[in-house]
């Protein structure tokens, strides 16, 4: 009498260590994307992950992409209006990145993520995976599920918003 | 990277690094979440002999262990007056509407179920007189959906402390069948001994190579003497186990790890063979794989 599904013990260890590798990352991906819950999002990830054992060859890059997909789902659920608001607002023309370097030099942590928080979602996923998650443009286009040259201008387009934002408030 | 990115890397690394993240936690809860949406595959109902008999067996072991366990607290079903301060309400559903033996197709359907996130949490109270309370407080630890008589509810474990006089002196694990509507339609099953210590099987291979354990130090609860064989099919969460026991019958269990770690609990149920009665039980494995506390019961078959 069959009563059990049979699961590779091996798939479960490596799930473990994925868990035990990513899971205060992705945490903390999802909280710098401005996740409600991001302990929630990076549990969903996980699971997503688990339900699919041996069909995803880039465990950490898929878990980047649902923890982005996640994140701007449930915002987008959330804020729909506002999202869309932010997204048509004027003077996103792309900008040249600060050449001075004061932005960077003067904001302190607090000011940094106060602009990170009042980009659109799309510029804040590209800047946080650039910049934090410190991935290579390919790898911020993969979870944002763009092309590269988008990711590009998402990245700097981001920048120069939150240059822009800094400098009103000096 | 320009020295500009570089520190906004920097700030943005604080700034991350400044949310607290309790890796444990987050664990256990997706080890939660995974084992209550895992899927368990159903064998087929033979129309006849031992396959319909075992898992109609095993139904009716669910239902009466949860029975059972009201006499254990010392109420009866339905009866408000023993029990304290609840979340969860007081039994309503007669359980002579859950009689063993009466299933409709004989089908024990078990499938992934998720609470909503107010029931998640369980505070209870139950007092069997001014001295002696069982107080059920924490997190839903496991989840089934089980179908007995008709009725599709949910096997909810709670864990629990058993106190005297307002000083905890055992735990264990109550099973609550929450029913259609998410309204209570058993009652709490629990039973308390005292610490005990002894192996079991830490692992699957473990468990093969371990292969005569029993409640020998509760004789008298003693309901199945035989071989157990543990064949383990792993999650990270709930692993899964089918006992045969050597005289041919069966009987399923299932592990639940705890949120917060530390140790997992498994419940047994199915026949004893030996003595002619159901068996349901319930057991902590801590860290280790030490039994901390143990709960069974023994009921006879109808």
């Given amino acids: 009498m069959e009563t059990i599904r049979p699961r590779d013990a091996a798939v479960d260890d490596e799930f473990a260590a994925l868990f035990r590798q990513h899971a205060t990352r992705l945490v903390r991906l999802a909280y710098l994307l401005g996740a409600d819950d991001p302990e929630d999002v990076a549990q969903e990830a996980f699971c997503r992950l688990y339900d699919r054992p041996g069909a995803v060859e880039q465990p950490r890059a898929y878990l980047d992409r649902v923890v982005v997909n996640l994140v701007r789902d449930r915002a987008r659920r959330r804020h729909r209006r506002d999202a869309a608001i932010l997204l048509m607002r004027p003077g996103l023309t792309p900008a040249s990145e600060p050449s001075d370097g004061a932005m960077l030099r003067l904001a302190d942590r607090r000011a940094v993520v106060g602009a990170l928080e009042r980009l659109s979602p799309r510029f804040r996923e590209a800047v946080v995976l650039r910049y934090w998650a410190e991935l290579p443009y390919a790898e911020v286009a993969s979870a944002m599920n763009v092309r590269v040259g988008t990711a590009k201008s998402a990245v700097s387009r981001g920048l120069a918003q939150m240059h822009r934002m800094l400098e009103e408030e000096r | ?302």
């Avoid at chain 2, 400044?18 to 256990?28: I, M, N, S, T």
Wanted: proline fraction near 7%; charge should be neutral.
């Fill in chain 2, 1 to 302: 990277m320009s020295v500009q990115e570089q520190h906004l890397t920097m700030l943005l690394t604080r700034a991350a690094e400044e949310r607290p993240v309790d890796p444990d936690a987050l664990w256990a809860r997706t080890l939660d979440r995974l084992g209550a949406a895992e899927r368990v595959a159903i064998p087929e109902v033979r129309p006849s002999g031992s396959g319909r008999r075992r898992l109609v067996v095993i139904a009716a072991a669910v239902t009466t262990a949860v029975i059972a366990g009201s006499t254990v607290l010392g109420h009866e079903l339905g009866d408000s007056a023993s029990t304290g301060v609840s979340t969860v309400p007081v039994p309503s559903l007669s359980p002579r509407t859950a009689q063993p033996g009466s299933l409709a197709d004989g089908v024990l359907h078990v499938s992934g179920v998720r609470l909503p996130p107010s029931q998640r949490h369980v505070q209870a109270t139950v007092r069997q007189d001014s001295h002696l309370e069982d107080v059920f407080s924490g997190p839903v630890v496991g989840l089934e959906r089980v179908t007995v008589t008709g009725q599709t509810g949910v096997l909810v474990l709670v864990p629990g402390t058993h106190r005297r006089d307002g000083t905890p002196f055992g735990r264990f694990v109550g099973l609550t069948f929450v029913g259609a509507g998410q309204t209570v339609s058993a009652a709490i099953r629990s039973q308390a001994y005292s610490m005990s210590s002894y192996a079991l099987p830490t692992s699957p291979d473990a468990a093969r190579a371990n292969e005569s354990w029993g409640f020998d130090d509760q004789p008298e609860e003693q309901t199945f003497a035989g071989r157990v064989v543990l064949t383990a099919s792993t999650g990270p969460s709930v692993r899964r186990w089918m006992v045969d026991f050597t005289d041919g019958s069966s009987a399923a269990a299932q592990r639940f790890a705890v949120p917060g770690g530390g140790g997992s609990f498994f419940i047994l149920v199915g026949p004893a063979g030996t003595t002619g009665k159901t068996f349901a039980g319930v057991r902590w494995l801590g860290r280790g794989g030490t039994v901390l506390d143990q709960a069974d019961a023994s009921v006879g078959l109808p």
